[in-house]
């Protein structure tokens, strides 16, 4: 899928935007899949598996109504921040904060905010190649949080449980 994405993308000329100089293109694609591959699966959901010619719409994974945003940081000075260029680049209903492990192999899911409480917490950072607005995890709900709300959505959906 990795793979995919990123010829798509060379293919039609589109610029991955690469913060962090150390990583390919594919490596950023992979991570950023991993964790939005990783936060379906904690919610017992289907990751968007669509390959687009730009970025997605902000639509990592949805469930019901609801999209979420998933950001996978790989620096060790992004790690803790949740952050997007500006307001208007968090286009769905909830930002997920993950991180990768040390041996590449897993997702720490940090946590999450709904847009609105983002946009309240939100402080700009320069993490060395421009401002932008972020929240810290430690001001996120836990994962759990997010996950009763998706299994509520469902339950009053499908009639179904993760």
């Given amino acids: 899928m990795t793979t995919k994405r990123c010829e798509t993308k060379s293919k039609h000329a589109v610029a991955t935007q690469k913060y962090d100089r150390r990583r390919t293109d594919w490596e950023i694609c992979y991570f950023g899949f991993m964790g939005e591959v990783g936060v379906a699966r904690a919610l017992c959901i289907e990751p968007n598996w669509s390959v687009l010619i730009g970025g997605d719409s902000g639509a990592d994974v949805s469930f019901g109504e609801k999209m979420l945003q998933v950001k996978t940081p790989l620096t060790k000075q992004t790690q803790d921040w949740l952050y997007f260029n500006d307001e208007e680049r968090l286009s769905a209903e909830y930002g997920v ?61 499908v009639g179904e449980r993760c």
């Fill in 97 to 157: 904060l993950c991180n990768i492990d040390e041996y590449e192999t897993s997702v720490l899911i940090r946590g999450a905010v709904l847009k609105e409480d983002f946009l309240s917490l939100s402080v700009t950072k320069n993490f060395g190649y421009g401002e932008r607005i972020a929240v810290h995890a430690s001001q996120m709900a836990p994962m759990d949080d997010l996950i009763s709300a998706v299994q509520a959505v469902k339950q009053q959906t």
